[in-house]
């Protein structure tokens, strides 16, 4: 009976939205003076499945910059999110469908001419 119950547990504790995968980038620190700001890019990397996230990008005290946003990205489409100021930032993806083996997150920062001078991957946590 008690492993029926500890298989029981498992199962509900690996489908339940808790269990939902969480993809975060290190922080860049962008130039002010230029006008640089940070900006995460989304992308769904399976050639068949439909992923549902919600991205939000933080600033270094913890406030949002960007979002949450919920999105949904259809197979081998992205998104790009930009930060609505300046401050050094990092990007938060919380996978609520299609798992984190299908989804890539990176931190860029980019000009106001729109090049991006810096980059980051995030991972898993």
């Known amino acids: 009976m008690a492993r029926f119950a500890f298989g029981l547990f498992?199962?509900?504790?690996l489908v339940s939205?808790?269990?939902?995968?969480?993809?975060?980038?290190?922080?860049?620190?962008?130039?002010a003076l230029a006008g640089?700001?940070?900006a995460c890019i989304v992308a769904n990397v399976s050639d068949s499945k439909t992923v549902e996230v919600?991205?939000?990008?933080?600033?270094?005290?913890?406030?949002?910059?960007?979002?949450?946003?919920?999105?949904?990205l259809a197979p081998l489409r992205n998104t790009r999110l930009l930060?609505?100021?300046?401050?050094?930032?990092h990007c938060v993806v919380?996978?609520?469908k299609g798992g984190t083996r299908n989804v890539r997150v990176s931190l860029h920062i980019r000009t106001p001419a729109g090049r991006t001078i810096a980059a980051v991957?995030?991972?898993?946590?």
């Open 10 to 13: 498992l199962a509900v504790l």
């Open 17 to 31: 939205p808790a269990a939902a995968g969480v993809i975060a980038t290190p922080a860049l620190d962008p130039d």
């Open 36 to 38: 640089e700001k940070v």
């Open 54 to 72: 919600t991205a939000t990008i933080y600033d270094f005290n913890g406030s949002t910059m960007f979002g949450p946003g919920d999105i949904v």
């Open 83 to 89: 930060a609505n100021d300046t401050d050094q930032g």
């Open 94 to 96: 919380k996978v609520r």
């Open 121 to 125: 991957s995030g991972s898993s946590r």
